[in-house]
């Protein structure tokens, strides 16, 4: 298979197709059973062992970042895709129905309204900690977003001379919208569809550090540096690491979002390489 010429795109798709690797191999990777307890080897340096150092309980931190790309990048694809097809499906609705418009985005803006880290809070304290939970609380707050996006994009095809003819050639509602609508929305849902996979991950983390996201039996990154904010001055190894994963993570995902956006979007590559 081919890459694009797209260096974004390249860097991205690399990164997270070795991520996503390693997370299937994690069984065969790691080199300790990551919810393994072990007092005596409590805060240990990296070693030849121990390739990331050991935690505040001696769990060996190498196997804990491996199992944890598990959930980082489950919670990514999973809330990108859920929020990408409800929010396609409201925003076709509303762009499309001039009935719908309005209530269904005035709905659609009282959530947008809603912090999102708070929602995922309240929701976790309503329902307990677990991944599902975790999921639908971080996408709930980006369909809007979707929603509002394909309803833009709708708004403006559905006036073009195309889709004017095909209703005046009595097409009916479902065709309309598989064949002249829908694919007009495909290049910018993929688009958002990177950015709101990169917010989830690194919602995910911020939730599981401030204790209301993965039960901490349940190895993630957020979870080994919340665990490590207390060893941080003599045991920094423990943040560092999983840290450091997140970062490139979530720089690799924007970087894809922003390669696809100007692969599909030839003005604005234009417009931005003009600018530079």
């Not at 970042?65 to 999973?78: C, E, F, Q």
């Not at 947008?112 to 809070?121: D, F, K, T, V, Y």
């Not at 064949?179 to 290049?187: K, V």
Request: hydrophobic letters at 55%; charged letters at 15%; aromatic letters at 6%.
């Amino acid at each position: 298979m081919r890459l694009p010429r797209n260096s974004s795109v390249r860097f991205g798709t690399l990164v997270l197709v070795a991520l996503a690797l390693a997370a299937v191999a994690a069984p065969w990777l790691h080199t300790v059973d990551p919810v393994q307890l072990t007092p005596r080897l409590r805060l240990k340096p990296p070693t030849a062992e121990h390739w990331f150092g050991t935690d505040g309980f001696g769990r060996d931190l190498w196997s804990r970042v491996i199992y944890g790309a598990r959930i980082s990048l489950a919670i990514g694809a999973l809330v990108s895709g859920v929020a990408v097809l409800l929010g396609l499906a409201i925003g076709l609705g509303a762009g499309f129905v001039r009935g719908l418009d309005g209530p269904v985005m005035r709905v659609m803006d009282g959530i947008m309204a809603i912090p999102a880290i708070l929602l995922a809070i309240a929701m976790v304290s309503l329902n307990g900690a677990s991944l599902t939970t975790v999921a639908v609380a971080i996408v709930i707050p980006e369909i809007p977003r979707v929603a509002r996006l394909v309803r833009s994009v709708v708004l403006s095809v559905r006036e073009e001379p195309y889709v004017e003819a095909a209703v005046g050639l009595g097409t009916r509602l479902p065709q309309l919208l598989w064949r002249h609508i829908l694919p007009n929305t495909l290049a910018p849902l993929a688009v958002q569809g990177t950015y709101i996979a990169a917010s989830a991950i690194l919602t995910e983390a911020i939730l599981s550090f401030l204790g209301a996201g993965i039960p901490t039996e349940i190895p993630s990154w957020g979870n080994a540096m919340a665990e490590g904010r207390v060893y941080f001055q003599i045991a920094p190894w423990i943040i560092l690491f999983p840290g450091l994963c997140l970062a490139v993570t979530v720089l690799a995902v924007n970087l894809l979002g922003d390669g696809l956006r100007d692969m599909l979007d030839p003005r604005l590559a234009k417009s931005v390489r003009s600018f530079r």
